[in-house]
């Protein structure tokens, strides 16, 4: 998955003589927390966040809004030339980006002109997407060792019960280094048969794995 497909491409945008009041005002009118700072020819000058207007204030001024302080442009306070994305991007290597950062949003440049902004709400929602827990399903985690055609063999144990695989996700086994953890959700809402199948067939399935009782 790219950025371009989950990238809000009509972002709210200031000025950098806009406000503080205005961008204030902004962000709790459209209830958004980062706004690019551009040019009139939509080149990012910068980016300005709720922080960074809580950070700006004195405490002693948070609660006047009519404080000299509101009335400074956001180019005083902005963050000056921000990372930025192309809309091209994997999703997972701006993930990383958010990460490694610390960032809360990235404004996404094509041909040196803002096209949209990608936020970490907008990384958790697709996250959320990815794993498939929007549908009705059940997960079930497995731990494999890890080599080749091991996906293969449980998937067939799928097939076998007409289970549609929503998502796969595979993670590191803090026990073993040799191992995988499988989290697997499946189109189904009684996952015992398969889970016993898994089971017979000597996989090791670590969830669901509810204290009393048999499977």
Known sequence: MIVEEIMNDEPYTLAPT???????KLMRERKVRHLPVIDN?????????ERDIKEALPSSLKDEPNSPVFS????????????VG???DFVEEVALTFYE?????????SGGKLVGIVTTTDLLYTYIELTGATEPGS????????????????????NL??????SVLVYPDSENTQNKILSVRVKTLNPLAIIEDLRQEGFDVLWPNLPGVSL
């Open 41 to 49: 020819e939509r080149h990012v000058l910068g980016v300005i966040t």
């Open 72 to 83: 400074a442009m956001v180019e005083e306070i902005m963050i000056k030339n921000p990372l």
């Open 139 to 158: 997960k079930i985690e497995i731990r494999v060792s890890d080599t080749p055609g091991v996906l293969f063999e449980i998937t067939k144990i799928f």
């Open 101 to 109: 950062a610390k960032i809360g949003c990235l404004p996404i440049v």
């Open 86 to 88: 192309h809309p091209l």
């Open 18 to 24: 806009n406000t503080v009041l205005e961008a204030l």
């Open 161 to 166: 019960h007409h289970a549609n695989v929503q």
